[in-house]
């Protein structure tokens, strides 16, 4: 379904002795897939997004690169749903 543009740039790689290498994904990346999630699945999904504190320029991206992947009109639906209930009015006015 593809990742975010960039996102190869800004894994995070972290070395912990000779034997174990981790990639983390950066935090603009956690936005995009806890946005999708919290549409598409709800629950914990919700307060990991808001504990990230997106800005209004984050979400509105994340937000397109959701639809991307959920283009049905349903799914747009409760995505703009979602952005006016957690303070994206502007956001949800623009997607």
């Known amino acids: 379904m593809g990742l975010p543009e960039g996102f190869e740039k800004r894994v995070i790689k972290k070395s912990y002795g000779r034997s174990l290498t981790v990639y983390y994904i950066s935090r603009f990346d956690q936005i995009h897939f806890?946005?999708?999630?919290?549409?598409d699945r709800g629950g914990y999904h919700v307060n990991d997004l808001l504990a990230l504190n997106p800005s209004e320029e984050e979400i509105e991206k994340a937000?397109?690169?959701?639809?991307?992947h959920e283009p049905s009109q349903g799914f747009r639906m409760m995505l703009i749903d979602f952005l006016e209930k957690i303070g994206f009015k502007n956001v949800a006015d623009r997607i």
Request: proline residues 0%.
């Open 34 to 39: 806890k946005l999708y999630a919290a549409v």
């Open 63 to 68: 937000a397109k690169w959701a639809i991307t």
